[in-house]
């Protein structure tokens, strides 16, 4: 089995559109998952499947640390977070190597 690797990252529905923050040990995983619908709950409901930005970290305490900080930051933040790596909000899940 893989080692894990910790990362945060942000789903959104749409360009601009709603936006969802998570953390997980395999980011290519989670992000397909989102994707095809196979997580209940939010993002499913809310049709967030394209992986717009993602950070890894060395540990699952930074990660659930960032995590947390970034869901506290308003929406500007957020956008412009996304905006200044991904400007063409484009989906990055195929380009995620865990």
């Not at 640390?65 to 956008?79: D, F, H, P, T």
Request: charged share 30%; aromatic share 12%; glycine share 6%.
């Amino acid at each position: 089995m893989a080692p894990k690797q910790p990362a945060v990252y942000i789903m959104a529905s749409k360009e601009r559109g709603t936006l969802y923050i998570g953390v997980t040990g395999n980011l290519r995983r989670r992000a397909w998952e989102h994707r095809e619908g196979l997580v209940e709950g939010f993002t499913r409901r809310y049709g967030v499947k394209h992986m717009v930005w993602f950070e890894h970290h060395p540990d699952f305490p930074s990660a659930i640390a960032r995590e947390k900080q970034l869901k506290k930051w308003n929406r500007a933040w957020k956008l412009d977070l996304i905006k200044t790596s991904n400007p063409a909000w484009r989906d990055l899940w195929e380009n995620v190597l865990d």
